[in-house]
């Protein structure tokens, strides 16, 4: 089972789960995730070595994508 | 699904560098040669600032030893401002308070926000945050101590720090999450990282350590022994 995740004031809260078979699932991670996107979030995969990529579409197969905020020099 | 797409292609984005990158636009990108050139830059400019007041200091014992009072005064005044430069290196992981949410709340929040980071940290960063509230994370340009509105980067070697200002743009954050986000935007892209933080501090790290808190100083020469282990 995949998630998406957005950090917030809450901590975080799960917006969408899915499995690749299930398409309506998926359909409704995908609308979820746009619409986080269009809200200024960035989309972020990060993997069990360690390592994180930005993502612009969601990525099906990614077992967690997590949405952040920006960051800015303080 | 037909947005859905396999995650290779998705992770296209990664290629272009932190998104945050076209908010700075007009900096150059952080690498290690630009590491060094602030180094040099850094040292030039505290040399420059404290030299005075030390030339004055011993020529003030040279014109006459009853002076020597002054001359102290103008050798305590060299130190305070290096001091004072460190000082402001070290406020970058000191814990912020939070605002936005009652106390049951946001102790809920921050338990909540714990889980997540737990799961991105290795069982050594997890123990490291659980005693100092820092994560130590070890990039291509050194070891990285990151808070929640800051970051220290120990580059190769250990004897140098580099303070930088970065938070999320979201104060309601809880604090793990406020930690998070500095992880995966340095996981997902180092230098653009470096780039997007604004620099506070950068010189001896033994001076900057002094102006730490306990856990944070911990912190740090967790670094500093990642640093040298990596690049020994």
Redesign the interface.
Known sequence: MSRL?R??????TTLAEWTAED?DA??A??AAF?AELDQGY?A???DAD?????????????S?V?L??????? | MTDAVAGGQARVAAAEGLPELATVWWRPRTDKSSIRRTERRWLAWTVAQTAPFLAVGALLVALKPLLIPMSLLAVAQAWIIAELYAARGAAVVRPRRLSGLAAGARKTAERTALGLLGDLLDHRSRALHDSTGLVLERGELGAWVLGEAGAILVPSGGRRAHCYCVKPTDAALPHADRVAHLLLALRADETGFATVANLAFCGARWRLRRRLDRSAREALDAAVEGSALRYA
Do not use: C, F, Q, W
Not at chain 1, 7 to 12: C, E, I, L, Q, S
Not at chain 1, 68 to 74: C, S
């Open positions: 995740i950090m917030d004031k809450t901590g975080h398409s998926t359909d991670a995908v746009r960035y972020v995969v990060s360690g390592n994180a990529s930005h993502v612009r579409e969601l990525p099906v197969d990614a967690l997590i952040r905020r920006p960051i800015a020099g303080g």
